[in-house]
């Protein structure tokens, strides 16, 4: 049973697709006012991790969320996956309405709830000016904002995203990140993929680091970003300090 | 508000053609006597010609319309792709051969629901090879080609069977088979389609909510609890049922799954799930007019249904073919 | 009719392709004369003289089988295959070509003409006298002919301009698809035929196995004309063809007419 304070739970969880073995028993567990960030090199395996914590794809071990009804995990986890895909060209308001599906009866209609959720996303993401733009002719970034706070709308403990701010603008990445983090101090947590160390190391409350099918490192961005860790998975050299500003950290060199 | 303004002018629009498509025909009759014996009804000629000839075939152009227009919407929603035709893309070819067989070996004689049943398993057939060509989220190129292969298979196999048939009258229908007519059908025909246009209508019905979430991909929808393989299921038995019962009756009726669906897009800020609603008013509409277009343009020749809607829907196919392709497929 | 070739003998060897003249031809023709008749000949649904077919070698009216047999003259319909009639001039075969007999006058004049194509005159010639005969008897003094309705697969009918429409006036009917302005036959709606409030109904047969087409004969309306209204199914053989088989249905619908007569009494 998962607790109030643990939104998420992982055991051992593994992933074969097409007979490769993707993920190998992996555990953890996500509490709240967590903003994670889901680091790893291409092909590590981030968005399956994320897929198979949902129940999207076959897998051996146990999530907590997969293992509930699809209805009762939808309430409790919103996705957001990497393909930005809007099928129809409905407005902006429609498609993060269209998030609010999990929480409707088979015949119910949107109540003043579901639009102040609705209206809190746009908010958030700065979209209240695109409300009756159509979603399709909104520019890659800005579609992908529109997404993200569909998947916000969904008003879940819990928020998983694939790379949202990738093709965002520095100052949207930024804002998103925010965000992120002000959802995350509100009570909920936040799982993200994403390749900007320099952006997870400044906002996110904690790092898993995927490699080789495995975590290799848990925990917070001072203690998982270490020079060897790195070095090791990314194959890069770094600069990290504490400022005035906050942490920064900024890639250097590409180790041969 | 503009919603329900909307749904307000299709409703009274399809009750509009109901009325004319009632009063009009072959038989020169007023109005006002057609109708006061349609209601009343003396047992005359009159009564007869309009509750027996009249009645079923606006009854029939009614379900077929709405079955065609339904079916559309649902498929467009599902596969994501606004070519998605019952007709195009062969639904509708194969139900008309599974009806074809059904009379010509003698099943559909056996008993009253042997002619939907097999046209039924007909579309049910089509449906299931088009999903397995078209994939998970169909690109145009491959529903078009699916579409193509699988309308000339069984547009070859319905001409086969009706040319083997020992029956000198049965060759000359592929016509019927192909491009479909509501000429004389009686309640017979309603009864028997009825149950299965029903059954499919509330079926595709439920899938309101599960089509809103595809517009968002797969993924998506089913983090947003939508059960795909459950989904995926009532769609395929829901669109076998009504094009299976329409096609049964009236034969295979191409572009109405198209066009209504693409003209009412936009009155439901292109909501997958409004619009099946939509297009099942919007498709008896179209049906109901073109029903009617045919007895007013050659009032004493059966000319297809199909004439009227391809003539519509082929240019827009072409077109928004065209589009696709300037959007890259 | 036109007689292609010039042979001033009894053309041997003869082939028909059409099934009205299929069976002229065996009715006039003299023994061995006659050495093919077209497939149709041989079903006894469209064909009265289906059993005399068995005596003579089948074909299928195509050119080839055609040629192959060696005919001294081929008899064709108006209506049959162009290309195989034109081929088959092209080869040098003479070809009589035979309009179709859309009124008891042309069925004579049928008669007469395969009279003439082989070279049997006398044979036509008795032939006539005994139709003329029969015909005279059948034709009774009439003082009110009931409207009846010629109803078909399709919902076709055949008005006063046609065989079938000439059988039921010789036989004392009046034709109600003349009224409704189709006396050369054509589509009449079944709206139309339910307000035309015929007295009688006279239906095609279905043919064997099923048909949309054919339908159309159990709708409702014409089931309850069916039901309510003296009436026939029309046989084939004996109404295709400007034959003398033609009496048999003009013997059938007079027969229609007494019972009209009957139930009205």
């Known amino acids: 049973m998962t607790g109030d304070e643990t939104l998420l739970a992982v055991s051992e969880l593994s992933v074969t697709l097409r007979g490769r073995p993707v993920l190998s028993e992996l555990s953890f567990e996500v509490g709240r006012r967590e903003l994670i960030g889901l680091i790893g090199a291409n092909g590590a395996g981030k968005t399956t991790l994320m897929r198979a914590c949902l129940g999207l794809i076959p897998y051996q071990g146990r999530s907590s969320l997969a293992d509930l009804p699809p209805q009762d995990r939808s309430r409790r986890a919103a996705w957001m996956p990497q393909a930005r895909e809007i099928a129809w060209p409905v407005t902006v308001e429609t498609l993060v309405m269209l998030g609010r599906i999990p929480h409707l009866g088979p015949r119910q209609r949107a109540s003043e709830t579901d639009r102040l959720a609705v209206y809190h996303a746009l908010k958030e993401m700065g979209l209240e000016a695109f409300r009756q733009r159509t979603a399709t002719r909104l520019s890659g970034g800005e579609q992908a904002r529109a997404l993200l706070a569909r998947a916000m709308a969904q008003d879940t403990p819990l928020l998983l995203a694939d790379e949202p701010i990738a093709g965002l603008d520095p100052a949207h990445q930024i804002a998103t990140m925010q965000s992120f983090a002000r959802l995350a101090e509100a009570g909920r947590s936040v799982i993200v993929s994403l390749h900007d160390l320099g952006l997870a190391a400044r906002h996110c409350t904690r790092l898993i680091v995927l490699d080789a099918g495995g975590i290799v490192a848990d925990g917070a961005p001072d203690t998982v970003l270490t020079p060897s860790l790195i070095r090791d998975v990314f194959g890069i050299t770094a600069w990290f300090e504490h400022t005035d500003q906050g942490p920064v950290f900024q890639p250097l060199e590409v180790l041969e | ?329 | 009719m036109a007689v292609a070739g010039e042979d001033p003998a009894r053309p041997a060897r003869v082939v028909s392709l059409n099934l009205c003249t299929d069976q002229l031809a065996m009715m006039l023709a003299g023994d061995g004369q006659l050495l093919s008749v077209s497939h149709l000949a041989y079903d006894p649904r469209s064909s009265a003289m289906a059993e005399d077919a068995r005596g003579y070698h089948k074909n299928h009216e195509l050119a080839e089988e055609i040629y192959l047999l060696d005919p001294g003259l081929v008899l064709a319909g108006r209506y049959s295959d162009r290309a195989t009639v034109s081929m088959l001039k092209r080869l040098g075969i003479p070809v009589a070509v035979f309009d179709p007999a859309y009124s008891l006058d042309d069925v004579r004049a049928r008669i007469t003409e395969m009279g003439a194509a082989l070279r049997q005159q006398e044979r036509a010639a008795a032939m006539l006298r005994d139709f003329d005969t029969r015909l005279a008897d059948l034709q009774a003094e009439v003082t009110r002919r009931p409207r009846t309705a010629i109803y078909h697969a399709n919902g076709y009918t055949t008005g006063d301009r046609t065989l079938s429409g000439q059988i039921l006036l010789a036989a004392g009917l009046a034709n109600v698809a003349s009224e409704a302005g189709l006396s050369s036959g054509g589509v009449m709606p079944l709206e139309v035929l339910a307000l035309a409030a015929p007295e009688a109904l006279v239906t095609g047969t279905p043919y064997p196995g099923a048909s949309r087409s054919e339908e159309i004969l159990d709708h409702p309306v014409v089931e309850t004309l069916r039901h309510t209204l003296p009436g026939t199914r029309i046989a084939d053989h004996d109404w295709l063809c400007g034959t003398p088989y033609v009496l048999r249905a003009i013997e059938d619908i007079a027969a229609l007419r007494r019972r009209i007569e009957q139930e009205g009494q």
Not at chain 2, 263 to 271: E, F, G, N, S, Y
């Open chain 2, 1 to 329: 508000m503009r919603g329900r303004v909307f749904f307000s002018g299709l409703i009274l629009a399809v009750l509009v053609l109901f009325t004319v498509s009632l009063v009009i025909g072959p038989a020169q009759i007023g109005p006002m006597e057609s109708l006061r014996s349609l209601i009343a009804g003396d047992g005359g000629p009159l009564t007869l010609v309009m509750r027996e000839i009249r009645l079923p075939r606006a009854l029939l152009a009614l379900l077929v319309g709405g079955s065609l227009g339904l079916a559309g919407a649902a498929m467009q929603g599902y596969l994501r792709n606004p070519l998605a035709d019952p007709g195009l893309i062969g639904v509708s070819g194969s139900a008309a051969l599974g009806a074809v067989l059904a009379i010509q070996t003698g099943f559909a004689a056996g008993f009253a629901l042997g002619l939907p049943l097999a046209a039924l398993a007909g579309a049910l057939a089509g449906v299931f090879v088009v999903l397995a060509l078209a994939g998970p989220r169909g690109t145009s190129l491959t529903l078009i080609l699916a579409g193509i292969a699988i309308s000339s298979l069984t547009g070859a196999l319905i001409s086969l069977v009706l040319n083997l048939s020992p029956n000198p009258f049965a060759a000359n229908e592929i016509v019927f088979w192909m491009m479909g007519s509501l000429a004389d059908r009686s309640m017979t025909h309603v009864w028997i389609a009825l149950p299965f246009a029903l059954l499919g209508a509330v079926l595709l019905a439920s899938l309101r909510r599960g089509l809103d979430a595809l517009t968002l991909g797969e993924d998506s929808a089913a983090a947003m609890g939508i059960g795909l393989s459950r989904l995926r299921l009532t769609l395929v038995f829901g669109t076998a049922c009504v094009i299976g019962a329409s096609t049964a009756v009236a034969g295979s009726i191409g572009f109405v799954g198209l066009v209504v669906p693409h003209i009412l897009r936009r009155w439901v800020d292109a909501r997958p799930g409004r619009l099946l609603g939509a297009s099942a008013l919007g498709g008896a509409a179209m049906v109901l007019a073109a029903d009617i277009a045919v007895r007013i343009v050659v009032p004493s020749k059966d000319l297809k249904l199909g004439v009227l809607t391809a003539l519509v829907g082929a240019p827009l196919f072409l077109h928004m073919i065209y589009r696709t392709r300037r959007e890259g497929l």
